[in-house]
């Protein structure tokens, strides 16, 4: 079964959404991200996606506070990313409630580190972060391109004994334009031991359906659920 995650974007301690992964088109959504995650667990959502915005600038959590937060106040299972550069704060984001944290950039500028949180805190509580342009992994809060094929990063990871990334298709991220379905295909292919966690695009209820279908392990949906393209009700289905 595949995994629905709402994500909240956090930026001045508040909900926000951007467009492409791009600060100046920002949308703010709701001003208590608390309130919008009992909703979301109100209707029957166990999972959240929660990215530390200003933290992915500062290359250090910024919004453990609203972690430790929704962690305290809800029971919701949080994986948690933005800023995570440090051992330290890694484990800040765990002692504030994660549950799993989100290795982004650093999982490309500093593997070795990455694969010793892997090993410390076991391959089920580290996911990393495949975010891509086109077939490359962008990195930098999206802003830099690197060298690296989406294919040839998570094929070095899966062999290291990473199991669980998060793909986001930045172009696609926050556009409601539909999600990178002949990507997620390929890897599926390709990589058929890595849990894929499609993330970027997701827009309809149709959307979910074709990714359940291709196998992937997980649907992180953002701006679908706040401008009203998937009701969070229609989403029982997935929830069995």
């Given at each position: ?111 070795e580190k990455v694969k010793s949180w892997l090993i410390k805190y ?118 069995c």
């Amino acid at each position: 079964m595949m995994e629905i995650i709402p994500a909240i974007d956090i930026i001045g301690g508040q909900c926000v959404r951007l467009s492409e992964g791009d600060f100046a088109r920002q949308t703010t959504y709701n001003s208590n991200p608390l309130e919008v995650a009992k909703m979301f667990e109100a209707n029957g959502i166990t999972r959240l996606h929660l990215v530390d915005l200003d933290g992915a600038r500062a290359k250090k959590p910024v919004n453990l506070a609203v972690l430790e937060s929704i962690a305290t106040n809800t029971n919701l299972t949080i994986d948690f990313g933005g800023g995570l550069q440090s051992d330290e704060a890694v484990q800040q984001a765990f002692d504030a409630g994660a549950k799993q944290i989100t290795a982004g950039s650093i999982a490309v500028r500093e593997p070795e580190k990455v694969k010793s949180w892997l090993i410390k805190y076991g391959a089920e509580k580290i996911i990393i972060g495949a975010d891509f342009k086109g077939t490359n992994i962008a990195i930098a809060a999206w802003t830099e391109e690197s060298q690296f094929s989406l294919q040839d990063f998570m094929a070095g990871y899966v062999k290291t004994g990473a199991k669980l990334f998060i793909c986001t298709d930045v172009s696609k991220d926050g556009m409601l334009q539909g999600p990178s379905m002949n990507t997620y295909r390929h890897l599926r292919l390709t990589l058929p031991e890595a849990g894929l966690i499609a993330s970027g695009g997701v827009t309809t209820i149709q959307d979910l359906e074709e990714l359940q279908e291709i196998g992937v392990t997980g649907a992180i949906i953002g701006k679908a659920i706040y401008e009203g393209t998937i009701d969070l009700k229609d989403l029982a289905r997935f929830l069995c």
